[in-house]
């Protein structure tokens, strides 16, 4: 779970943000002024301030917000002066943007506010779908408006170029002000509230953000994007009444609340309309109170009424978003705010304190309880409150001071006590002035007089200590330092202005509190020290005082640990997830623990080492486990059959343990067996679905049969104890042991599951190396979609979900507990993917299009192939590890575009389907998605906040020592990025580095002399110039075409040599690069059927080999290694077939370990290369794991 | 770095080299050589001694043999205690291997238990386990399990099968990750010089507060006088499986990987040797 941002804002206006990882309330330093409410969304915090402006904190993100301006300079030829700036009177402008009917010239470019820079200067765009262009960057056409090449024709008559330059948002981590519009905006805005980032995937960075406005208007702010985070303009939302209050939730949820207390509904909003169209009134929950105050989720509306009652809305989601009813809920809330995932957070009434919903999951939307956030805020305060609470204090602390003989000759309790009937002059004026929000302050002075009151008390005493000073200027007081604030100056007790560490001043805290309580009963002779200390800040920050919440951009669940609950003492506890540690990891370099592993091996040096020779009490003897399962036989016709299982497990005679297992049948009631050598699996791959969970297992012999053991467990967890047993066992046979070495190869099936492999020294052997299918796989915990990784350890890996992670170096996780698993190092991972369905309709000339298809067409729902029947309801999960965390939605990010229903037409099934109805289209289909779930453990851990879709390692050689790793990724928007500080130690690196390009990259690569290659979307490769480690991010793209008619999709670079996959499965390799000339000269086609290349340092080359194309449209695939690939023969000649059956992706950039040198005579058969397409026993291949 | 697991896998392995000798006293019908062996620390001697017991019987007439047992330096040895808290608490600082007089006459009824089949000690190390799962997990955990559970865990010591043992202990290792701890720690502090059993008393690893017990906090309950004071010198050594840890350990942390197959943590307070 990421780190993510709670926000508050308590009565003085002060903004704080708590950390899910966090344990206190963090000022936000930035805030210039006091703020009235803040509204979060995960990347940026809107808020309204005390001068009534609304203004916009953006996260820092190392990938900047940059904007692309474009202009088009046009020319005419005339036989006078050639090309020109004199166009015809008929043409476009000169300078104009693309469709030429705007008159754009350079300087016509303002930024569109302070918060914005420019990055550099103009330039001409010298790339043209993908070819590079001459110089200069014109293209000619015979006309304006025509079709534009790059080369100038003898009837070019017209030309253009593109001008760019970029613009920077750079008002990061900062309170910036939105200018207003004043003319259209006559007052003042009263609330705020954000949302609708879940309506449509794309554009990212979307947002709807509502205001009402003090006299109960409602604007919506147009335009707020990714490149535009401040949107362009407000405009106003017409009404049925006066609103108090609006929010927003995440998707198209927007309730509001009138003056008189109903409640309005936002109808009709959907991705095409964001505003939405009309409102629907709903009526308060209580007949004779109306509400004050609403909070909107995904699926939730839960109100305050006046009286301060809370109350859920039953039965809301997209289709129905008035509900059905009202829940009334326990406690008493002044405001209530919905966040992520349907989280709920709410001030109480009584004591101001803001409070977590817990046990909130998509099942029970009401959660359980509520329960207090009670962490601290932090030490220090800004400056603006600081004036504040002076400039407020200054008239009572007057009053206060002819008191003091009376403070200290009386207890404690009595000074509390004492202002409970304040004199007319207490502030209390100035929570109405600070919240400035009719119906909190109403609450403030109405309700909690007594509280103000004693709050009042509480800051009194330190103004007391200003007073004194100043007045009498001696040390009468008992304060030490000269007080710069009036805070500043304490007693001893008050460890609040210190700098010691979190930890220290929390534990000191409850010491401090200790003796205070004790103090209470206590003789009064040293009661004014201690009345000091305890009535200080210290005393309010027990219970500070809330007046606004917002959880939009807190991404919690039912499941996440937090820390906020209690404040002391929790740090070492609460971390200890795993059942079997309470070994967090400060723990494991404390002193303790290394006595401990040192007198082990002491011990046993002692103990065992010189008496080896000496008999064991106890031998060693055979161990069986048995089970049934049941077995997909060998022979005709395949089918699920009941088996006795066993595995025998014995001490080998070398002590290594090994085993044997045998699966027992009837076969036509003769009993028979079959049995496999625990020492010769090579891999076990779980293969869970729907229906049975199952896994395979392979030997060398049955990789080549491409013919797995499939065997079904009676339920999961008996499948993953076998799973695990059967693993350890395997691993103990070859007598591997803990985590994968730093050489090991990597590998991710479709199902996300990842497995690692120790390359035998022989692996890479010229010309008899170790046979492919012989790899030993082992499983590791997690969920990913890629994994890269070079030889000093570092590996990376990017989930489905395109959350970055980072492996940890430890092993196991997922089903592998206890022993098979390492106890640290191990965490929760997450990952989040989309099913998709297909709704098809066929026109007929009476109904237009319906869903009545003729009889030969496919089902009118269905999956991509249209073989399979896939409704809405009958759709499952992929597999029970995953759950639904969304509703089916039209899913308009179909390649070929959609219209604005998200319909695709064709002119019959199954054809190329376009986003526009034409004449001769006959059928139409769209696409549905819903998103599921899966939480698992594995040893990686996140590294947020950038979401990336490639990611990229300096493979070293053997012996090499790089202290700073080249790392670079492509972020899932397209950015190239460079990772900083990436070492053997640190292999998260510390920060992005964002490495401009002219359109959006989708595949990247690093060699070992940091040579960096990259494909754009456009299918055309990169090369980046002058990339070293002095200067790690480059400083130029130099295009380079791709191979004829082809898109290029994916890149590897190793030692030397630079391999590309193509969109039709063809593998290129890059001729004549040399280092004088490092973009080389041509690509040369060495195979086709290629899905995927992993090229090593040692200039290996790995694939993984598509299946046989058409016998399944979700086909998977087989790691497929190059022989004879040297470095007088780069390309190498032929395939060996590996493990297959679903793989997705291999990376061998670890494996830099050189094999043994055999001399041997020349191969002279420099045959072909051998196409793909012979993948043997295909039928098979698609049942070990259809995806 | 070095793992947790391999604290597991270091305990379940410790040895003792050993050499057994027949006792002078013993009647023979030619002299008995020493028997050597290298003595499971987690198992218990009579579990382990069948092929001393066979050794010795070669030259002993059967009506001169009675029930076997132990003695280290006129300390009867009390087989019902781990090896390993046997020879921490009477033989820890004596040179190896440790020699034990063997005994088949004149059983010292006052000072142990018979043991006339390894059912006993199955009996007596399963009661250990249900009794520590009641103080780790109101028994809960071991209630659940099924009895091949308990064949598995019993078989897994008798066999030496760390992986067998370990699959289902673990399970007896679990805790509500909320309570940081098990409710309370299943010890035993044994002392040397002394004929006073071990003192076995309640005890939670985690306070109120939840700051977490360490040794320290165990010991200072406990047995004080185990505890060095600054300036002190140290008279006592507290050995757990032949090692000193540090009175910082956190206790749960001991209990979970120090304790003992029985799911005991057997904390040996010993003299510091005075050389």
Redesign the interface.
Known sequence: MPVSLLWAVDVYGRVYGLSTAGQQWDQCRDAQMEFKRVTAAQQCCWGIACDNNIYLNVHASDLSIRYQEETYENQRWNPVDGFSERLLPSDRWQWSDVTGLQHQPLDSFQLPSSSWEWEGDWYVDENFEGEPTEKGGWTYAIDFPATYTKDKKWNSCVRRRRWLRYRKYKAMDTWAKIPSQHTTLPDPFSDISCGGWEISEEPRGRLCLWAVSLQGKVWFREGIYHHNPEGASWEEVLLPGEVVQISCGPADLVWAVLWEGQLIVREGISRDCPKGASWAIVESPSSDVGATHVAVGNNVVWVVTKDNKVWFRRGVNSHNPCGSGWISMVGEMIMINVGQNDQVWAISSEDRAVYFRQGVTSSELSGKTWKAITVPRDRDRSHSSLILSLSVFLSAGCFFCGEVCLVTSTSPDTFVDAPSDPPTDTPKPRIPKVTSDSFISELVSDRESGRTSRDVGKATPTVLEEDTISHEGDAKAPCTGVALSPSQSGSPLDTQWSNVDLEEAQSQQAQTGAVLDSADTCSLSSVATYTLAMEDPYGGDEHPLWAWVSGGGCSVDSHSQLSWFNSVNTASLVQSVQSMSLSVSPAQTAAWRKQIFEQLSERTRREIDNFKHYEQAIEQSVWVKKGSMQWWRDWKPHKWIDVHFALEQFSGPEGNKDGILFIYYNYYEEKKYLHAFINEVTILVPVLNDSKHTFAIYTPERTKQRWPIRLAAATELEMHDWLALLSVSCCDSRGIHGPPSKQAIWSITCKGDIFVSEPSPGLEAVPYPTPCDQMFWRQVGGHLHIVECNSVGIVWGIGFDHTAWIYTGGYGGGFFQGLASSTDNIYTQTDVKSVYIYENQRWNPVTGYTNRGLPTDRYMWSDASGLHECTKANTKPPSPQWTWVSEWAIDYSVSGGTDREGWQYAADFPASYHGYKTMKDFVRRRRWARKCKLTTTGPWQEVPPIALSDVTILPCAAQSTVDMVPVWAISNKGDVLCRLGVTALTPAGSSWLHVGTDQPFKSISIGAASQVWAIARDGSAFYRGSVSAQNPAGDCWYHIPSPAKQKLKQVSVGRTSVYTVDENGNLWYRQGVTPSYPQGSSWEHVSNNVRKVSVGPLDQVWIIADKVQGSHSLSCGTVCHRLAVQPMQPKGQSWDYGIGGGWDHITVRGNSVEPPHIRLPSLTDTSSPRSLLEVRNTEVDSSTSGC | ????????R??WF????TCFTLNQDEVTEREAEAY?????RV?YLTL??D?VKKHFLKVMRAEDVEEMWFEYEGTPLKWHYPIGVLFDLHASNSV??WSISVHFKNFPDRDLLHCPSSSVIEAHFMSSIKEADALKHKSQVVNDMQKKDHKQLWMGL????F??F??MN?KL???P??E??FRYIPFRIYQAMSDRPFIQKLFRP?SP????YTLGDLLKEMYPAAITNDGEQKRYQVVI??????L???L??LS?H?SHPDNFLHICVVPTPSD
């Open positions: 770095m070095a793992d947790d697991k391999d604290v597991l270091d305990v410790g040895r003792i080299p050597y062996l290298l003595l499971p198992s382990v001694t092929k190896l291997p008798q066999n030496d099968k992986d067998q370990w699959a673990r290792m679990e805790y990750t909320e940081g701890g985690v507060e939840g700051n977490a499986h032949g090692i000193e840890p540090l910082e350990t956190p749960q942390w979970e120090l």
